[in-house]
């Protein structure tokens, strides 16, 4: 499954795996910046979990 981890702003990264991007809404209260490691695992494990492995 493809996966795309991307700076969305400086410093804060987000994914997409497949066509699904991960959402993102700075602006929201308890929003989370994911660094770069952050986001490529949690693309990483979702890409797992889609595909059945």
């Known amino acids: 499954m493809e996966i795309e981890v991307f700076e969305v702003a400086l ?3 987000a994914y997409r ?3 699904v991007y991960q959402e993102w809404h700075p602006d929201c209260s308890g929003f ?3 660094s770069q490691a952050e986001a ?3 693309a ?3 890409a797992a979990r ?4």
């Not at 889609?50 to 492995?53: D, P, R, T």
């Open 17 to 19: 795996v497949g066509g």
């Open 11 to 13: 410093g804060q990264w």
């Open 50 to 53: 889609l595909s059945g492995a």
């Open 44 to 46: 990483t494990g979702i």
């Open 32 to 34: 989370v910046p994911m």
């Open 40 to 42: 490529t695992a949690c």
